[in-house]
């Protein structure tokens, strides 16, 4: 699977941003798709997730203010983010979990888009 994503970009404080992830294939295929992130000097974390069966999960830091959300017409997985703080400034990455059948899980990540909220 390969992902591409885009939106990122500057916005002041408060503003919004919507990020997409178009995937290579179907990704009614694929069991999780989410978006993690990453601000410099700290660890890659998850920001949100939806299953194939309708489970969404987010992070406490962005929850009521982030919608993750998968279109499986289109192929892709969106994060519409507002509120924007200046701590969400980092870089954010798509990734694909497929779990194949008595098998063990297998990621892909897509290459990440910039996303900067000044004060």
């Known amino acids: 699977v390969q992902l591409q994503a885009s939106g990122g970009g500057m916005v002041q404080a408060g503003g919004s941003l919507r990020l997409s992830c178009a995937a290579s294939?179907?990704?009614?295929?694929?069991?999780?798709l989410a978006w993690y992130r990453q601000a410099p000097g700290k660890q890659r974390e998850l920001v949100a997730s939806?299953?194939?069966?309708?489970?969404?999960i987010y992070s406490d830091s962005v929850k009521g203010r982030f919608v993750i959300s998968r279109d499986n017409a289109k192929n892709t997985v969106d994060l519409q983010m507002t509120s924007l703080k200046p701590e969400d400034t980092a870089v954010y990455f798509c990734k694909a979990v497929r779990i194949p059948p008595g098998s063990v899980p297998v990621d892909y990540w897509g290459p990440g888009t910039q996303v900067t909220v000044s004060s």
């Open positions: 939806t299953y194939n069966g309708g489970t969404i």
């Open positions: 294939e179907t990704i009614s295929r694929i069991n999780i």
